[in-house]
């Protein structure tokens, strides 16, 4: 089954992304690999779905769908870029970061919100490596920020 049906299997709708007024590069390629920017939990203009510290204004469950929402702004960003995610042969690394404060330490199961969507939509292709750590101060206030490494196939 392709991973866009199993998203819409799993009520995740990848919007077409905004792009006005945008300068940076979310994505860039080097052979078959794609080095993905960090992604905050956003909607399809950018605009923030969660703020906030994990500990002090969030619950760790929040973190988890913090997470699992920068899995949705990444995904509409790689299918934006490919035109069909099921052009990702694999996925490599994951490098989680959460906006940690407090008595706060469980960045691994915050980042797990992101890992299950993926894991979820890809099957084994989308198992992957992951670090993930705690940090102060996101743009924009964003609770978690995830960057990744993909291989994709022409």
Same mark, same amino acid.
């Given at each position: 089954?392709?991973?866009?049906?199993?998203?819409?299997?799993?009520?995740?709708?990848?919007?077409?992304?905004?792009?006005?007024?945008?300068?940076?590069?979310?994505?860039?390629?080097?052979?078959?690999?794609?080095?993905?920017?960090?992604?905050?939990? &956003?909607? %399809?203009?950018?605009?923030? #779905?969660?703020?906030?510290?994990? @500990?002090? =204004?969030?619950?760790?469950?929040?973190?988890?769908?913090?997470?699992?929402?920068?899995?949705?702004?990444?995904?509409?960003?790689?299918?934006?870029?490919?035109?069909?995610?099921?052009? &990702?042969? %694999?996925?490599?690394?994951? #490098?989680?970061?959460?906006?940690? @404060?407090? =008595?706060?330490?469980?960045?691994?199961?915050?980042?797990?919100?992101?890992?299950?969507?993926?894991?979820?939509?890809?099957?084994?292709?989308?198992?992957?490596?992951?670090?993930?750590?705690?940090?102060?101060?996101?743009?924009?206030?964003?609770?978690?920020?995830?960057?990744?490494?993909?291989?994709?196939?022409?």
């Amino acid at each position: 089954m392709s991973a866009e049906k199993i998203l819409k299997d799993m009520g995740i709708e990848l919007k077409p992304i905004n792009r006005k007024g945008k300068g940076v590069v979310p994505i860039r390629r080097y052979k078959d690999l794609l080095f993905i920017s960090g992604h905050g939990p &956003v909607d %399809e203009n950018g605009e923030p #779905l969660m703020q906030g510290c994990v @500990g002090e =204004d969030l619950t760790p469950e929040q973190a988890y769908e913090a997470a699992r929402l920068c899995a949705i702004s990444m995904l509409r960003t790689i299918k934006d870029y490919l035109g069909d995610l099921d052009r &990702v042969e %694999e996925w490599i690394k994951v #490098l989680g970061l959460v906006n940690s @404060g407090g =008595d706060f330490w469980g960045m691994p199961r915050a980042i797990n919100g992101f890992s299950d969507v993926i894991v979820q939509a890809f099957g084994e292709r989308g198992r992957h490596a992951r670090a993930a750590m705690g940090s102060a101060n996101h743009e924009s206030s964003y609770p978690v920020v995830v960057d990744a490494i993909i291989r994709i196939r022409d």
